[in-house]
């Protein structure tokens, strides 16, 4: 998308030569700073009183050169000055505030491309294990400060991190953009979250307007924007735009359809024309703490698993260290070779005959990976669950639109459940529909990508309100028919096997 | 000037009933608000977070029946939402941020009136006497920030005062327009004066972009924009902008003259197309502290004086409270009655002999107007001096644009120094030039007058830049001719009698 059209930061340094006063030319300093950048033919249209507080002595302090930072959020805003040239110290932070985990990059905004990146825990889980958990806390007084303190001190901190591990300071962190689920977006704003959960589930805005950093308390340049990406409603948030503008559907005039697997999972279908969103809490057994062994992508996960001849596992691991479980792409590749291989037949029950990696277990059969590791009957029935409701989702959302699977372009897949899943082992246990897997495109982060992409481009910046207010919601548990779709959805790949017709030919 | 088009103050509020959410219309509380204002032609550009946390409360609490506070002072910005109606409860606050004094007037934003009218001595002078000792005070870690607090501080306690006698809120001020010079409105926003009085003097900023009550500790409502007049430059400041406004100087066809005599002397000439200003250190002795019986314009001082028949005085004082000195206008009454009754020749000196009134004192002949309250040929000589000063600016600055005071079609008196000059005083002594009396006309408080005009009004707000870029600084000491011209001012009326004919008609 970038390298299509030339990059335009959200915010860019200018770096200026300027004459000090004379008797003749008593131009005070900041009218003097506006003429230097007028003259690289931009026309500011606020400065801060801080920064105008910085004014005389950056000036002075290396005979006129200085370098101006501009904002190009909203109005042409020069959000700090420097004296002397520091071009090079340009970044901006893309950040994925998620429910469980909260990841930031750090984009160098001169390049375009990033310069590191860091993840922590959601320091809210603390709090509130679950949103709901976090909603009822705002209850308390100060609830709501304490939990939005918490993002803003985990964001600054991973700033932090990123910063030193970057040799620049965080003041060098000129702009932020902040993609998040609604619920997770009021908080990291103080908002009231209550109306959310409550009927008609109202959030207190969609849209929010760009503020200051130093107005939520997060450690980057005091000045710089801070742009939260808008929700389309109380279940679509920011985080579902982010995947849209990563995936760039919204450009396209053939039909996409994106999932995305966090903690809930969210469908979009539709075009350049067009956007309907739905959304389900499809994902926590793919995000560990469901499977009996499930876990984050993260170090120690095993994140590839195939099943060798003579049943024996071979495996990937996250990380340079022994594995600790297994994550959200794992368990989808274990049970489609579970599947594929005969252990398990397609109501996910074992096969126990036919090798010793079927082990008795206080859980029931389970397949043995490894050491600890193991993968229970009732794990591959929370999966067929989770498949089967993904699957039941994508049925109804497609039908009530009006198309058939037939008709969808590019299928677009993102979640943070793993780096990429496998989409032939997502198809084989029909959780995916069968189409052509040179349809399928795997985004990765996608609310991550989103954020950092409305970093380098205006343009992006600018369609962002009319691709949110394109979307219509869909509620999915309205539809007449989804139970009896999902129940017919609970075998692998499908109780209708013509709906997968490439797994005969294998 | 407000009479003659609508009123247009830079904060208004609105009324909406708004419509509950329902199952039908998940508007977000933001939109919902934003679309209740667009039905009153209002299209909010900007909604600072702070007003969004507040929303969801807002509206809840009296049925979705809110009143919004709306900026107009760039683009419309929602900086308030309260619940129920509040229509009532909007007012702006004008500061004029003196030297010496602070006055501040409440305005009341529906009316257009004012509420109440508070001053206070500034308390900067604790920290430094004049300009010049705050500037160097500025060298002092942390002096500057000591001098911004002392202003805001004295700012909020005459805004807190004023809401009490009135009987609102500190957060019914939903604006504030501050007129001062340059060097005050430098102190006020925290911005290092150090170039002002170095050559070639040049102010951190001329123009100063509105910034929130919030960002500068003023205690009125946090997202209340406040507005600094503009400078022209170093030596001509936004009190005196203000006092262009008040004149309407600038809007007429015909010359005027305006003369602001504050700490110090300004003088502007002009017309709609053009205007030059000067200044000179010109005010003191008419402010007290240079005349011996001489006080500011406060209770208990003197403001206006007569000798009558038998050489006895007859004054008015201000307030009910016996007299503790004379200020600026009973000053320059009473050297012009001496002179008129013959008590004192045309150097200034006492003729003895006429009355008991004239008393020997340790500086030397004086005349003894009641009590303590006495006024010697020291002051008289100093008075003189100001006279002198003020004639001879007027001359040089006229000549030098190559007019004459009879090209004059309005000349405008203003200063605190007393609520009002009696013109016909003032050119009996060779201050002001000899021209009908009816030409003059007094403004009173020039810089508390524009800052409350520009409350009022967005056009004379649109305008404000304009008029500042059109302001020509001439520098008077520069005149090759000043210091003849001076020394032919120091007598009464003036070494050249011709200059004020109608004198001698009387």
């Given at each position: 998308?970038?390298?299509?059209?030339?990059?335009?930061?959200?915010?860019?340094?200018?770096?200026?030569?300027?004459?000090?006063?004379?008797?003749?030319?008593?131009?005070?300093?900041?009218?003097?700073v506006l003429a230097g950048l007028q003259g690289e033919g931009i026309d500011i249209k606020y400065v801060p009183v801080s920064v105008v507080r910085k004014l005389p002595e950056a000036l002075r302090a290396d005979d006129f050169e200085i370098t101006a930072t501009v904002s190009f959020l909203s109005e042409p805003e020069l959000i700090d000055v420097e004296s002397g040239e520091r071009l090079d110290k340009n970044f901006g932070l893309a950040v994925d505030l998620g429910t469980t985990n909260t990841v930031c990059s750090l984009i160098d905004l001169k390049t375009g491309g990033p310069a590191a990146e860091a993840s922590a825990t959601n320091p809210q889980t603390a709090i509130g294990e679950d949103i709901?958990?976090?909603?009822?806390?705002?209850?308390?007084?100060?609830?709501?400060?304490?939990?939005?303190?918490?993002?803003?001190?985990?964001?600054?901190?991973?700033?932090?991190?990123?910063?030193?591990?970057?040799?620049?300071?965080?003041?060098?962190?000129?702009?932020?953009?902040?993609?998040?689920?609604?619920?997770?977006?009021?908080?990291?704003?103080?908002?009231?979250?209550?109306?959310?959960?409550?009927?008609?589930?109202?959030?207190?805005?969609?849209?929010?307007?760009?503020?200051?950093?130093?107005?939520?308390?997060?450690?980057?340049?005091?000045?710089?924007?801070?742009?939260?990406?808008?929700?389309?409603?109380?279940?679509?948030?920011?985080?579902?735009?982010?995947?849209?503008?990563?995936?760039?559907?919204?450009?396209?005039?053939?039909?996409?359809?994106?999932?995305?697997?966090?903690?809930?999972?969210?469908?979009?279908?539709?075009?350049?024309?067009?956007?309907?969103?739905?959304?389900?809490?499809?994902?926590?057994?793919?995000?560990?703490?469901?499977?009996?062994?499930?876990?984050?992508?993260?170090?120690?996960?095993?994140?590839?698993?195939?099943?060798?001849?003579?049943?024996?596992?071979?495996?990937?691991?996250?990380?340079?260290?022994?594995?600790?479980?297994?994550?959200?792409?794992?368990?989808?590749?274990?049970?489609?070779?579970?599947?594929?291989?005969?252990?398990?037949?397609?109501?996910?029950?074992?096969?126990?005959?036919?090798?010793?990696?079927?082990?008795?277990?206080?859980?029931?059969?389970?397949?043995?990976?490894?050491?600890?590791?193991?993968?229970?009957?009732?794990?591959?029935?929370?999966?067929?669950?989770?498949?089967?409701?993904?699957?039941?989702?994508?049925?109804?959302?497609?039908?009530?639109?009006?198309?058939?699977?037939?008709?969808?372009?590019?299928?677009?897949?993102?979640?943070?459940?793993?780096?990429?899943?496998?989409?032939?082992?997502?198809?084989?246990?029909?959780?995916?529909?069968?189409?052509?897997?040179?349809?399928?495109?795997?985004?990765?982060?996608?609310?991550?990508?989103?954020?950092?992409?409305?970093?380098?481009?205006?343009?992006?910046?600018?369609?962002?309100?009319?691709?949110?207010?394109?979307?219509?919601?869909?509620?999915?548990?309205?539809?007449?028919?989804?139970?009896?779709?999902?129940?017919?959805?609970?075998?692998?790949?499908?109780?209708?096997?013509?709906?997968?017709?490439?797994?005969?030919?294998?």
């Open positions: 998308l970038t390298g299509s059209r030339q990059m335009t930061p959200l915010v860019k340094k200018y770096f200026l030569r300027l004459m000090p006063p004379t008797d003749d030319d008593k131009t005070p300093d900041v009218e003097r709901l958990a976090r909603i009822h806390h705002c209850l308390n007084p100060g609830g709501l400060e304490e939990l939005r303190l918490a993002a803003a001190d985990c964001v600054s901190g991973l700033a932090e991190k990123l910063a030193n591990q970057t040799g620049v300071s965080v003041n060098d962190i000129s702009c932020a953009c902040i993609s998040g689920n609604t619920t997770m977006a009021h908080f990291f704003l103080g908002l009231d979250p209550y109306n959310i959960c409550r009927a008609p589930y109202v959030p207190a805005a969609n849209r929010f307007d760009a503020f200051k950093a130093r107005d939520i308390d997060l450690g980057i340049k005091p000045e710089a924007p801070v742009l939260v990406l808008p929700n389309v409603g109380s279940y679509v948030g920011g985080d579902v735009l982010a995947g849209i503008l990563a995936s760039g559907m919204a450009d396209r005039d053939g039909i996409s359809i994106l999932v995305d697997v966090g903690t809930n999972a969210e469908i979009i279908v539709g075009n350049r024309d067009w956007l309907v969103a739905c959304a389900g809490a499809a994902g926590p057994a793919l995000e560990g703490g469901v499977v009996s062994s499930g876990m984050r992508a993260a170090p120690g996960a095993i994140d590839r698993i195939k099943i060798e001849a003579g049943y024996e596992p071979s495996f990937s691991v996250i990380g340079d260290v022994p594995p600790a479980g297994m994550c959200g792409s794992a368990l989808i590749d274990l049970l489609a070779e579970l599947f594929r291989t005969g252990l398990i037949d397609g109501r996910g029950k074992f096969i126990p005959a036919k090798t010793k990696r079927i082990i008795e277990t206080e859980a029931g059969l389970a397949y043995s990976v490894t050491g600890d590791i193991i993968f229970t009957e009732k794990d591959i029935e929370n999966l067929i669950r989770t498949k089967a409701a993904m699957y039941t989702a994508l049925t109804v959302i497609t039908t009530e639109i009006g198309i058939t699977f037939n008709d969808i372009e590019s299928f677009f897949v993102a979640g943070t459940f793993g780096e990429y899943i496998a989409a032939d082992k997502a198809v084989s246990i029909g959780m995916l529909p069968d189409i052509p897997l040179s349809k399928f495109k795997l985004l990765g982060n996608s609310s991550l990508k989103g954020a950092n992409l409305t970093l380098l481009d205006r343009e992006t910046l600018e369609n962002i309100d009319k691709i949110a207010s394109m979307v219509t919601y869909k509620e999915l548990n309205a539809s007449a028919g989804f139970m009896s779709l999902y129940r017919a959805a609970m075998f692998l790949p499908h109780t209708d096997a013509s709906l997968f017709p490439s797994l005969h030919k294998i």
